[in-house]
């Protein structure tokens, strides 16, 4: 049986009538769950004469229908939203269509300059941070609108706890294309993003590989496709390889799961430039723009509770967007994230390592840090 039709009041010949709703489609752009950057997009229905352009019950903007489609500049501080168009003809509705849990980025956010140059200065500020640091710490900073880099020990190996579910939620995300939030593995696909839940990501192993070792080789391919070299999502550390060249305190052993602050910040890059559509990017990725948008969209709604709060939130505020991912176990605290501020997007990503980690002072350095960074 069809599910019953939402019905709408109208004012008719003077009297309240309700009548079926025209059926809601979704914006071209942007749409459910995508980052934009205020830019909003929707195919005219024949007939329609005007639009409105809501979100939530609040009224953004109208405009005349003169063509195949309507656009809007949504100015609005940024954070998630629902957006909603309305068609009429002379007062009536035509159509609605909507798009539901849209990240808005501030347009400075449309950068995304590849490494190009290290700040020497940056850097030998944060080599004094991570001295003075009473454990093991990495820094990696990279600056999207300039290109310019700044780190220390940004290539030493720390163990990866769910820093490296990045690789999952790319693979997932592509497997489960074009149309992932469509998909039946959609809530496990969010919760791994948003929870950090591994009750999903070992979930989501299976079903991509059939167990969850396949499906942990499919993740590291994703990761190594995006130039995370040196980070491992299973099986032991691989003797013989070659010694960082930005690791001047490794710390004195390997883990099976294990990452760098530098891999960290590449792959968090591609997921941004591929977002943004870039080729290489994409090509990367194995995402298209949509499922990239998805992805980032995820990682921008991060829960803010216990643990999963990372380091930088409690010195940036709650109003800055931040797409970000949390490792932590009773030795490491880590958080990778990507600060959208006005200046443009930062890759912002700090390990900590302590055999019986001092929260307490991994929260003072990611303090500090996003000070330095993110003033």
Same mark, same amino acid.
């Given at each position: 049986? =069809?599910?019953?039709? %939402?019905?709408?009041?109208?004012?008719?010949?003077?009297?309240?009538?309700?009548?079926? &709703?025209?059926?809601?489609?979704?914006?071209?752009?942007?749409?459910?769950?995508?980052?934009?950057? *205020?830019?909003?997009?929707?195919?005219?229905?024949?007939? #329609?004469?005007?639009?409105?352009?809501?979100?939530? =019950?609040?009224?953004?903007?109208?405009?005349?229908?003169?063509?195949?489609?309507?656009?809007? /500049?949504?100015?609005?501080?940024?954070?998630?939203?629902?957006?909603?168009?309305?068609?009429?003809?002379?007062?009536?509705?035509?159509?609605? =269509?909507?798009? %539901?849990?849209?990240?808005?980025?501030?347009?400075?956010?449309?950068?995304?300059?590849?490494?190009?140059?290290?700040?020497?200065?940056?850097?030998?500020?944060?080599?004094?941070?991570?001295?003075?640091?009473?454990?093991?710490?990495?820094?990696?900073?990279?600056?999207?609108?300039?290109?310019?880099?700044?780190?220390?020990?940004?290539?030493?190996?720390?163990?990866?706890?769910?820093?490296?579910?990045? *690789?999952?939620?790319?693979?997932?995300?592509?497997?489960?294309?074009?149309?992932?939030?469509?998909?039946? !593995?959609?809530?496990?696909?969010?919760? +791994?993003?948003?929870?950090?839940?591994?009750? #999903?990501?070992?979930?989501?192993?299976?079903?991509?590989?059939?167990?969850?070792?396949?499906?942990?080789?499919? #993740?590291?391919?994703?990761?190594?496709?995006?130039? #995370?070299?040196?980070?491992?999502?299973?099986?032991?550390?691989?003797?013989?390889?070659?010694?960082?060249?930005?690791?001047?305190?490794?710390?004195?052993?390997?883990?099976?799961?294990?990452?760098? /602050?530098?891999?960290?910040?590449?792959?968090?890059?591609?997921?941004?430039? /591929?977002? +943004?559509?870039?080729?290489?990017?994409?090509?990367?990725?194995?995402?298209?723009?949509?499922?990239?948008?998805?992805?980032? &969209?995820?990682? +921008?709604?991060?829960?803010?509770?216990?643990?999963?709060?990372?380091?930088?939130?409690? /010195?940036?505020? @709650?109003? $800055? @967007?931040?797409?970000?991912?949390? *490792?932590?176990?009773?030795?490491?605290?880590?958080?990778?994230?990507? +600060?959208? *501020?006005?200046?443009? !997007?930062?890759?912002?990503? $700090?390990?900590?390592?302590?055999?019986?980690?001092?929260?307490?002072?991994?929260?003072? $350095?990611?303090?500090?840090?996003?000070?330095?960074?993110?003033?």
């Amino acid at each position: 049986m =069809d599910a019953p039709r %939402r019905l709408v009041i109208v004012l008719v010949a003077g009297a309240l009538v309700a009548v079926p &709703a025209a059926r809601a489609l979704e914006l071209e752009s942007p749409r459910f769950g995508e980052i934009f950057f *205020g830019a909003v997009r929707a195919a005219a229905p024949a007939g #329609a004469t005007s639009a409105e352009l809501y979100f939530g =019950d609040r009224r953004a903007a109208m405009r005349r229908v003169s063509g195949a489609r309507v656009r809007f /500049a949504f100015h609005h501080p940024p954070g998630r939203y629902d957006l909603r168009i309305r068609f009429e003809r002379n007062g009536k509705l035509v159509r609605r =269509d909507e798009s %539901r849990d849209v990240w808005l980025l501030p347009r400075s956010g449309q950068q995304a300059a590849r490494e190009r140059s290290r700040d020497v200065r940056l850097s030998r500020q944060l080599g004094r941070l991570g001295r003075a640091y009473p454990g093991y710490a990495a820094f990696w900073i990279h600056d999207l609108a300039s290109g310019t880099t700044a780190g220390w020990n940004s290539d030493a190996s720390f163990p990866a706890a769910s820093t490296v579910k990045l *690789g999952v939620l790319v693979a997932a995300l592509q497997r489960y294309g074009p149309r992932p939030e469509r998909s039946d !593995p959609w809530p496990m696909i969010r919760d +791994l993003a948003v929870w950090s839940s591994s009750d #999903a990501s070992n979930r989501l192993l299976v079903l991509l590989g059939g167990s969850e070792s396949a499906g942990a080789r499919i #993740a590291q391919d994703a990761m190594w496709r995006m130039g #995370a070299t040196s980070s491992t999502f299973t099986g032991n550390y691989r003797l013989g390889t070659s010694i960082s060249a930005d690791a001047p305190r490794p710390l004195p052993f390997l883990t099976y799961r294990r990452t760098t /602050a530098h891999d960290l910040g590449r792959m968090l890059f591609e997921l941004h430039a /591929a977002a +943004l559509g870039n080729g290489l990017a994409l090509r990367r990725t194995g995402l298209s723009t949509h499922e990239a948008r998805l992805g980032l &969209a995820l990682l +921008l709604s991060s829960d803010p509770a216990g643990l999963n709060l990372g380091l930088f939130r409690p /010195a940036v505020g @709650p109003r $800055l @967007p931040m797409a970000q991912k949390q *490792g932590w176990t009773t030795s490491i605290r880590h958080t990778a994230a990507i +600060l959208y *501020g006005p200046r443009g !997007p930062k890759i912002v990503v $700090l390990l900590t390592y302590r055999s019986k980690i001092d929260a307490g002072a991994s929260l003072a $350095l990611g303090r500090r840090l996003a000070q330095l960074v993110a003033p």
